[in-house]
């Protein structure tokens, strides 16, 4: 039954899939999506049997941004005190991918939500969009900061000011998601993606995760040098060990997740 719980958890393998479900406001995201959202991820995240985690909605929406009809009374002692998008800070916390498979509306925060995870698999079906400004705000998850490196400041510009909503092949073009499939092969690829991810090394792919995050907050010298690091630190791991051997034995490596 629709709204019984707003966040569906299925487990396949050492892959994770969320699913949005509150389909009679398009997965608008209300306090209680956002804690059950956030406190799911930490959950699996902390679960070493998990390598990635797959996000979704349904065909029509993957979120249709916050609940207006829950914001819409709020005031500003209620985010002063109450800190409103606090929970959402836990997920760039996270050390498991986390792939966002997107199919119709990506708007305000869904938008937001998408682009807090590490990649965006798209439906030919997506349409992303920062349409704040129409409801007197500015985008609040993101949409200004995480948009504008994704996309660059004329198309973030251009979103945010006139609320144009993109389809998936520009949102491709712009390098806003990873990946464009047919509507009917979204969540095949999506688990696809996340298979091939989980089957890696997971200390190798929290580090590469990691690494690829730092380039998007420090200097390129300050993130090379976090990256040598980090290469140097993968040769204390068993799976360094095994990968390269089982190479050059030319058989698939036994990996161990340590
Ligand atoms: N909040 C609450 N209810 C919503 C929302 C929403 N964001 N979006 C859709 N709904 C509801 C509609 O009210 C409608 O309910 P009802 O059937 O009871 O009338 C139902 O979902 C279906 O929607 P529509 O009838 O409008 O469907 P359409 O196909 O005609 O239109 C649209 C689909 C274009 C997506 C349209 O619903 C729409 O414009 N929605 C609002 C989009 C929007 O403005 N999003 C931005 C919200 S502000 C925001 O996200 C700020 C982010 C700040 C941080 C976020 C942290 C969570």
Not at 144 to 155: D, Y
Not at 195 to 207: E, F, G, T
Request: negative net charge; charged residues 20%.
């Amino acid at each position: 039954m629709p709204g019984e719980t707003p966040v569906r958890v299925e487990r396949r393998g050492r892959v994770a899939l969320l699913t949005l479900d509150r389909p009679e406001v398009l997965n608008a995201l209300d306090s209680g999506l956002i804690t059950a959202l956030v406190d799911e991820l930490e959950t699996l995240d902390a679960d070493d049997g998990i390598g990635a985690i797959v996000l979704t909605g349904s065909d029509r929406a993957f979120a249709a941004g916050a609940d207006i009809a829950e914001m819409a009374s709020l005031d500003y002692a209620h985010f002063a005190v109450h800190g409103q998008f606090a929970e959402w800070q836990r997920v760039p916390a996270l050390r498991t991918p986390l792939i966002a498979a997107v199919a119709g509306y990506a708007l305000g925060g869904g938008c937001e939500l998408a682009m807090l995870c590490d990649l965006i698999i798209a439906a030919d079906t997506a349409q992303f969009g920062q349409p704040e400004l129409a409801l007197g705000v500015i985008p609040g998850l993101g949409g200004t900061q995480r948009l504008t490196r994704a996309v660059g400041k004329a198309l973030a510009m251009d979103m945010v000011l006139t609320g144009r909503r993109i389809d998936a092949a520009e949102a491709l073009a712009a390098g806003l998601v990873a990946r464009v499939v047919p509507a009917d092969q979204l969540l095949a690829t999506a688990l696809e993606v996340a298979q091939a991810i989980a089957s890696r090394s997971l200390p190798v792919v929290y580090a590469a995760k990691e690494a690829v995050n730092v380039a998007q907050e420090t200097t390129l010298a300050e993130g090379l040098r976090f990256e040598r690091r980090a290469f140097g630190a993968m040769f204390a791991l068993h799976d360094q060990k095994e990968g390269m051997a089982a190479f050059l034995q030319k058989r698939p490596p036994d990996i161990e997740h340590r």
